[in-house]
């Protein structure tokens, strides 16, 4: 392991009914922006929970943060949090309300500053008080200073650095009403978070490999039976504990990292609107399948230790563990390679361009530029 420093100050507040908390979680002199998405909120009753146990604070309200949040949507945000002059953001609803509260907060902090120039930085230097009452496991954003904003005006999508949320609410039967597809996409995202922060070389950490095999192991695990019965407490607590656990920098702690599916993953999203868990499963076949050597041995590990794939020549078994990885994602009825989605060496093309205007170099050895990301591409088409 590398040297580190480690300090998630994020409190986790988990289980039934504890939304109601709220009401002794913020001062009562607190003036407070509640922050929705589209509407789910409504009609689960999660928005009656939330104002019911604030109801004797002083709240405001701001609605209509889409999916894969755009910066254009922050900025109206922040026009009325200023004027509002509110001291903390609440944001409750799935990862893209909770990574656009926190770009909010750092527009309140510094309305000197463009929201969007801020992302482009990659660092909030300032940020109000934020937290979250997450509905939608898969992000890990209301236990981790991670964001991710839009601009459709510019059609790019980058992530930006900051503050963790105060507090998070994680309640399991807020999840009963996630879309089987959303469900689908989250569960993809939490296990490639953990790939991106396990998928590189071995002998880093025995402690982390083991938390991270673990973490996926489970996820593969409660998938089948979240399909068939996505109201049971128990797997929907598993299901939103490993949301958060794969992603709040504890298995990323003195070892390298990766991040290459995400970062191509974006892009696609950005050019083509496709929903960020099932782009990551367009994506990491061909990443793991193009840098086979570089992650052999921990493709080997994996395998063996998580699908359980003993015989044959290393190769063969590279080869089934991808393939296991692939049938997962499959089995979640995800799109794995461009064509699923009816595209083709065009958008391989045009992912390459715009990373290489960026000048990327992407992963744990810093290798994958644009040109690389469109052979990831390639191998999936
Ligand atoms: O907008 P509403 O009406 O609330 O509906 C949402 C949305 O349509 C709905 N939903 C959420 N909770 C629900 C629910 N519907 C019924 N019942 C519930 N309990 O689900 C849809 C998807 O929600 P969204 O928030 O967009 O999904 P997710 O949580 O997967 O967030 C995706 C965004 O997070 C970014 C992604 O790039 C994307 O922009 N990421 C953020 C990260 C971070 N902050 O660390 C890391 C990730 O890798 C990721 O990049
Ligand atoms: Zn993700």
């Known amino acids: 392991m590398f040297n580190f420093e480690f300090q998630n100050p994020t409190k986790l507040v988990f289980g039934r009914g504890q939304i109601a908390r709220l009401a002794e979680l913020i001062d009562k002199d607190t003036k407070v922006m509640l922050v929705f998405g589209g509407g789910s909120v409504k009609t689960n009753g999660v928005y009656d929970q939330v104002k019911e146990a604030l109801k004797d604070h002083q709240t405001v309200e701001f609605w209509g943060i889409e999916s ?59 940020q109000i008080p934020f937290a979250t009452v997450m509905t939608m496991p898969a992000t890990g954003s209301e236990m981790n200073n991670g964001a991710v904003i839009s601009n459709r005006t510019l059609c790019q999508k980058l992530a930006f650095r900051g503050a963790y949320p105060v507090f998070s609410i994680l309640d399991p039967e807020t999840t009963y009403s996630i879309p089987s597809y959303h469900i689908a996409c989250g569960l993809a995202d939490i296990v490639v978070h953990c790939f991106e922060q396990y998928m590189t070389t071995t002998g880093q950490s025995r402690v982390l490999d083991r938390w991270a095999e673990g973490v996926i192991a489970t996820v593969m695990e409660i998938a089948p039976q979240i399909r068939e019965n996505k109201t049971d407490y128990a797997l929907m607590s598993d299901y939103m504990f490993a949301a958060t656990m794969g992603l709040n920098n504890f298995i990323r702690m003195g070892v390298t990292q990766d991040w290459v599916t995400h970062q191509i993953g974006h892009e696609l999203t950005a050019m083509h609107g496709i929903t960020h868990g099932e782009s990551l499963a367009m994506v990491y076949c061909g990443t793991v399948e193009h840098l086979r050597e570089q992650k052999k041995g921990k493709l080997l590990q994996f395998g063996e230790r998580v699908l359980g794939i003993t015989e044959g020549t290393e190769d063969e078994r590279i080869d089934a563990t991808i393939a296991g990885i692939e049938a997962f994602f499959k089995s979640l009825g995800l799109a794995t390679r461009l064509s699923d989605k009816g595209l083709g060496v065009e958008t391989a093309d045009e992912v390459a361009r715009r990373l290489n205007a960026r000048g990327v170099h992407l992963g744990e050895a810093k290798n994958v530029t644009g040109d690389v990301a469109r052979e990831i591409l390639l191998k999936r088409l």
Do not use: F
């Open 68 to 126: 894969n949040p755009a910066v254009e949507t922050v900025r109206e945000a922040v026009k009325l949090g200023l004027e509002e002059k509110v001291d903390m953001l609440l944001a409750v609803g799935g990862g893209s309300v909770s990574d656009a509260t926190k770009c909010i907060a750092a527009g309140i902090a510094m309305p000197e500053v463009d929201p969007w120039d801020m992302v482009v930085s990659y660092s909030a230097k300032k």
